[in-house]
Each structure stands twice: as structure tokens, then as C-alpha cells.
């Protein structure tokens, strides 16, 4: 039986800058490291991310070309947060908005270029 998500793996153009930006951006604390390019950094509910060194180039990006989007991050405080990120530097996909329902979403994409998403939600999903 699956109780939960252990981690997502990310594979990056530079692992070492990349784990040292979600460090700094979201506080992750790295509780692994390979001293080959692989990282496992966590979050403080558990939540891991592992950043591998990519070994080949990615293939085409498009829209509607099946597979894995985004990550979303719920936030607490998610306007510092949306500073806190473009502060670092993060390209803007789309700006922070709020829903007719309350619910804030920001796209941006991490220093290798992957879209995450933050999220606020006023009344949990479930």
C-alpha cells in the first residue's frame, strides 16, 4: 500500500547550485549527498526533493507534450514568499493571482529552469 510521496527526483544542468538555491530560497536541509552530483534535500513535514548531476540533454519541451509540469508548494506566508522568490532571481511564469474562491497560485521556474508552483489555499481540499 503507497502511504505517501518519499521524494521527487530533479536532474539538473548543475546539482551542487541547484540544491544550494532551494536551500537558500525555501530553507530544504540536505540530508544526503552522494559526493557524485545527488542530493536529497527535505522540507520540515518530510517532503524530499533529490537533485541528481543530468548526465544528457532534455528533450523538446512542449505544452501539451505528456509528463510531469510542475511541483506546487503550499505556503503559509505566500506573498513573502513570492518576494522571496523573485528576489532570487526566479523567472516569472505567471504572476501571483488569487481566485474568485481565495486561492493563490505563482508559477516560476528554479534556477535550472523547472516550473514550480506555489500555492495558499483558505480552505484545504480535503
Known sequence: MITGVEHIGIYAKDSKA???????V?????????????????LA???MLEICQQVEEPGEFT???????????YVDDFEEM???IKAAGAEVV??????ASGVKTFFFKDLDGNIMHLINRQTPLF
Not at 559526493?35 to 534535500?41: A, D, E, N
Not at 505567471?94 to 481566485?99: G, M
Open 82 to 84: 513570492v518576494d522571496r
Open 94 to 99: 505567471t504572476d501571483a493571482k488569487v481566485s
Open 26 to 42: 525555501f530553507d530544504f536541509e540536505q540530508v544526503y549527498d552522494n559526493k557524485k552530483g545527488t542530493y536529497f534535500l527535505k
Open 63 to 73: 505544452p501539451t507534450k505528456g509528463g510531469l509540469r510542475h511541483i506546487a508548494f
Open 45 to 47: 513535514d518530510n517532503t
Open 18 to 24: 541547484l540544491k544550494e538555491w532551494y536551500e537558500n
